[in-house]
């Protein structure tokens, strides 16, 4: 494909840290589009420092600026990264040379934590480069309900697989880990509905969980950090249905 026909779709919302570092690993020649939630740092000017395009917006939900950001593309094809990942050398030629016969691609995605590897979050398969009219957006919460969470890409038509990956530093630490997972189970529960059975089925599957985790995703052999994550992972449903039917 030609590069110049693909725009990579960015969101953002205080990412000084991190979002130069993903800029800049974009293939050369590919346009760029950011959707700022009116960040306070140095967010926007890292955008234009590097050329890309910037729209700021309040913030509504993931789902809402996702679709939002699609709308604003011109090109043909779209590729959407986050602000914490980086597309590693074999993405970035995979993504020069693939064949424009199909409708979309899947990208494999490594997870680190704390800027390790984790075997747990490894090879993860993503729809993240498409054609613009092809796919839809729809929310995809871990625990059901009708939060705007966790977003994905759904195409009906013809998917092939780019090699290489994308490389997410999602975590710098337990302090970044925790915020996120308060702020992530808040708005799941929001769209849960309070129920006492749910929450006791998931707090009696937690032990399930561990040992999924643990032995088929090989968090077991990550040490104390792969352990920190299975054991939140594992808690995550029973803290969501403890927040649904407590608030």
Request: proline share 4%; glycine share 6%; charged share 25%.
């Amino acid at each position: 494909m030609n590069l110049a026909d693909i725009t990579a779709v960015i969101l953002t919302k205080n990412e000084e840290r991190r979002l130069a570092r993903t800029l800049e690993a974009l293939p050369k020649g590919m346009p760029v589009f950011v959707l700022d939630a009116e960040s306070s740092d140095a967010t926007q000017r890292i955008v234009r420092e590097h050329g890309a395009r910037l729209y700021v917006r309040a913030w509504t939900n993931f789902v809402d600026a996702r679709r939002f950001a699609l709308a604003q593309v011109t090109t043909p094809w779209a590729f959407v990264v986050d602000a914490d990942e980086v597309v590693d050398e074999r993405l970035r030629a995979a993504l020069a040379e693939a064949p424009s016969d199909v409708d979309g691609y899947l990208v494999r995605r490594d997870t680190g934590f704390a800027g390790e590897p984790l075997r747990m979050w490894s090879g993860e398969r993503l729809l993240r480069c498409f054609r613009v009219g092809a796919v839809r957006v729809e929310a995809f919460p871990t625990t059901g309900g009708d939060a705007a969470l966790h977003e994905r890409y759904v195409c009906d038509g013809s998917i092939g697989e780019l090699a290489g990956s994308l490389q997410h530093d999602s975590y710098a630490g337990r302090d970044e880990y925790r915020s996120k997972f308060a702020r992530y189970t808040e708005i799941e529960a929001r769209g849960l509905p309070p129920s006492f059975a749910r929450l006791l089925r998931e707090s009696l599957l937690v032990p399930w969980r561990l040992a999924k985790f643990a032995l088929v995703r090989g968090a077991l052999f990550d040490g104390p950090r792969g352990w920190y994550v299975m054991w939140w992972s594992a808690l995550y449903p029973a803290v969501v249905a403890w927040r649904a039917w407590r608030e």
